[in-house]
């Protein structure tokens, strides 16, 4: 099992910052991916930002720019510094991990709980 735990939510003012945490309870860099996603009410889960094994990044449209993921090997923790926030940022964002068995060739996902982030206009 794989725990992630979220940190670094609240609310905050369009254009101001905010930086997420996510900590691992298993070494990360073993893990293919890590990522974070958000769900805003009424709408479905979608993916924010990732980060390979390889550390190639890949952004949703709507955040690049603004948005930068990153890692931190030793403390086992994924960051997400969010900046000049929008109100459509607002949402529940969640870390994902995902992990390859290359026995099975499957890949297994675990999440955190999430944190909210909500801007206000």
């Known amino acids: 099992q794989v725990q992630l735990v979220e940190s670094g939510g609240g609310l905050v003012q369009a254009g101001g910052s905010l930086r997420l945490s996510c900590a691992a309870s298993?070494?990360?860099?073993?893990?293919?991916?890590m990522g974070w996603y958000r769900q805003a009410p009424g709408k479905q889960r979608e993916l924010v930002a990732a980060i390979t094994s390889g550390d190639n990044t890949n952004y949703a449209d709507s955040v690049k720019g603004r948005f930068t993921i990153s890692r931190d090997n030793v403390k086992n923790t994924v960051y997400l510094q969010m900046n000049s926030l929008k109100p459509e940022d607002t949402a529940v964002y969640y870390c994902?991990?995902?992990?390859?068995?290359?026995?099975?060739?499957?890949?297994?996902?675990?999440w955190g709980q999430g944190t909210q982030v909500t801007v206000s206009s």
């Open positions: 298993r070494s990360i860099i073993s893990a293919n991916a």
């Open positions: 994902n991990a995902k992990y390859y068995n290359s026995y099975n060739a499957r890949s297994y996902d675990y």
